[in-house]
């Protein structure tokens, strides 16, 4: 009897043990999250702010540049319903592109009502082959006459 209470305390001095490394770690895993929680609100505004700053980098530098001359647009004129001459007209340089046109589709032929068979006949005749005996063998292997078995010597 002495020997049982004394494994009871051993093992609930254990469980003790147990019991408060469970919480350590509990608290070790709350403090890891926080911890990376605030790691990714640093790294969202060190962003953010990186964004911010190459933005007024890029404005501060179009800012600096002279801006590009551009040729100014030719005005729009009406324009008349009346060709050229032929002999003035534009002759393309280069050579039209001819494409082929696709193919048609073939006609998707009708099933022929032949072959088209109800549920209940296709079931009829599995039933009926099921229930059929086995094709028999021929009564003797057919051989040739002209080929005789060799045998071996």
Excluded: C, H, N
Excluded at 29 to 42: Q, S, Y
Excluded at 69 to 95: D, E, G, L, N
């Amino acid at each position: 009897m002495a020997m049982k209470q004394t494994m009871v305390r051993w093992l609930e001095s254990d469980a003790e043990k147990a019991a408060a490394r469970v919480d350590a770690a509990k608290q070790q895993v709350r403090a890891a999250k926080v911890a990376l929680k605030r790691a990714r609100k640093l790294f969202k505004t060190e962003k953010k702010a990186a964004k911010q700053a190459k933005k007024k980098a890029k404005a501060a530098l179009a800012a600096a540049r002279p801006p590009k001359a551009r040729p100014p647009k030719p005005a729009r004129t009406a324009k008349s319903t009346v060709k050229a001459p032929a002999a003035k007209r534009r002759i393309p340089k280069t050579v039209p592109v001819v494409r082929k046109s696709r193919r048609m589709r073939k006609p998707r032929a009708d099933a022929s009502p032949e072959y088209l068979r109800s549920a209940a006949d296709v079931a009829k005749s599995v039933i009926d082959r099921l229930q059929s005996p086995p094709p028999g063998l021929p009564p003797e292997p057919s051989i040739p006459a002209e080929v005789k078995p060799e045998e071996p010597v």
